[in-house]
């Protein structure tokens, strides 16, 4: 039966329409769209799926409920293990993980696990089933309790018992979490729900890290998901301080020594952009996609009642293949441009989801392939005026198995452009372990640590893109949460 039902296909805006605007490009499921989907699920005995999930999301069990209409059980099902299910279900390249492992998959289209996902946790937030928060569950109605209504206001009691982990009791324990994104977000939900007094440090005006300064409105809106994400976690009781830098503001030694804080938790991701040492790169009109994208996220750039400015033009290069390379170019299409993404190989070595490149070919953005930049080329006046770049051929295999890009000798040429965007990858901002004794890094400025994320300082712990370099969102996640487990060994063993 299920072999013979095809992939259901999501509802996604017109590509001319959709590039004059930052709305949501892909609609996603309504209910009865999600039950036929989820009845293509062959309910494997050992569903290869669940071991592709970085963060270990029981799928074929929420699948499972909702084919049967229980949307409710499914979104409980899924935050057993996933505190970011509607981000997931929208950015997380499933196609390699979750979706790549479906057994149906083999012969015919994998199952829309990502799209289901991000039903049910949708479907959540327009109930507002708070699956997690206590007072709801022990205390009664607000009505009845006397507690007020709102979410704002609703008390934040961490839930015990939750289905899935070991309850541990880490009441009157702290713990301090640098840096709100995937990672932080992931470890601090669980020690959350094991009792832990946790409080989350955020060096930006806003809380989410990467979802929030990094990818752009069209794939992931602010106001409707992220924000109901993060409201989902402190109704645990996690506490959030923005505006602290952690190695500025107030160091980590501070934190253990002075505030009470008896384990840290660092994931503060790659923030520090990457460039390539061509001449002209400090032109006016050059960003780091990290910039460019910030500016447009975070600030507010793109809409005309924000004082934030932008520089776009009306021709644009981004340099880069990656996901982020798509979001700059996608962003800065937006913004009235017309945009070329620069890069050294072919389409084949894109390394950017093929969901992202198809959007980006769909809404009219020009990849310029087997093409290299050397020199960005500057007016008399200090600004842009074009790439000069050099055609490439690919050559042997790289370290990564790709085969690497050649330069043809005599092929340069100029692409005209106003603007040109460097999304090159980041690394991580080594202020947090130049500011505290004993934490090791490597040459690539990432800090050690083990697979439990244990880092060369007693007490101190790190994941995500800190750790690793740029990553993707649930990898970031699935290494919060191996850390909230090994802080909480770490923490009983001290009692």
């Avoid at 609703?154 to 324990?173: D, T």
């Avoid at 100029?414 to 460097?422: K, R």
């Avoid at 949460?481 to 090994?486: G, N, P, S």
Wanted: net charge negative; charged share 25%.
């Amino acid at each position: 039966m299920a072999e013979r039902i095809p992939r259901v296909p999501v509802r996604e805006q017109d590509p001319k329409v959709r590039a004059t605007n930052f709305e949501e490009v892909c609609y996603g499921y309504n209910a009865e769209e999600a039950k036929l989907e989820a009845s293509r699920c062959l309910h494997c005995k050992n569903p290869r799926c669940v071991g592709a999930c970085p963060v270990g999301i029981d799928i074929p069990g929420f699948i499972a409920e909702v084919a049967s209409g229980n949307f409710a059980s499914a979104a409980e099902v899924i935050a057993r293990d996933s505190s970011l299910p509607a981000v997931c279900g929208r950015v997380c390249p499933q196609e390699t993980q979750c979706e790549g492992s479906c057994v149906l998959g083999v012969k015919f289209e994998p199952v829309a696990i990502g799209k289901l996902e991000r039903f049910v946790a949708d479907w959540s937030h327009a109930q507002n089933a708070a699956t997690y928060t206590k007072a709801s569950q022990t205390q009664g109605t607000a009505a009845e309790t006397g507690a007020p209504a709102s979410d704002s206001e609703r008390p934040a009691i961490p839930l015990e018992g939750v289905q899935g982990v070991k309850y541990s009791s880490g009441a009157n324990k702290r713990v301090a979490v640098i840096g709100s994104g995937p990672a932080g977000l992931a470890c601090a939900s669980d020690l959350a729900k094991w009792g832990y007094d946790v409080t989350i440090f955020e060096a930006l005006h806003k809380a989410g890290g990467v979802l929030e300064y990094g990818i752009p409105e069209f794939r992931l809106p602010k106001e409707t998901v992220l924000k109901s994400e993060i409201a989902e976690v402190t109704r645990l009781g996690v506490k959030i301080e923005t505006d602290v830098i952690i190695g500025r503001t107030v160091t980590i030694d501070q934190l253990m020594d002075q505030e009470g804080f008896e384990a840290v938790f660092v994931g503060t991701g790659a923030g520090l952009p990457k460039f390539m040492g061509i001449p002209g790169e400090n032109l006016c009109g050059v960003f780091s996609a990290n910039e460019f994208l910030t500016r447009n996220n975070l600030m507010m750039a793109f809409r005309e009642d924000y004082l934030t400015p932008i520089h776009a033009g009306k021709k644009v290069c981004v340099v880069g293949g990656g996901n982020v390379a798509m979001d700059a170019a996608r962003t800065a299409l937006r913004l009235g441009a017309e945009v070329h993404i620069v890069y050294r190989r072919t389409e084949a070595e894109l390394p950017a989801r093929r969901e992202e490149v198809h959007h980006a070919v769909e809404e009219g953005i020009v990849f310029d392939m087997l093409t290299n930049p050397v020199e960005v080329l500057g007016d008399d006046k200090g600004w842009v005026r074009a790439l000069k770049c050099i055609r490439m051929e690919l050559g042997e295999p790289d370290e990564s198995g790709r085969r690497s890009p050649v330069p043809i000798p005599g092929s340069e040429f100029e692409i005209p452009t106003e603007t040109v965007i460097m999304a090159l990858g980041t690394s991580p901002n080594p202020l947090i372990a130049r500011t505290t004794a004993g934490l090791e890094m490597t040459r690539r400025g990432c800090l050690v640590a083990n697979e439990d994320g244990a880092t060369t300082r007693e007490g101190i712990f790190a994941g995500g893109d800190a750790v690793s370099g740029a990553a993707t969102v649930i990898l970031a996640m699935g290494a919060g949460r191996k850390a909230a487990k090994a802080i909480d060994e770490y923490l009983k063993a001290k009692a």
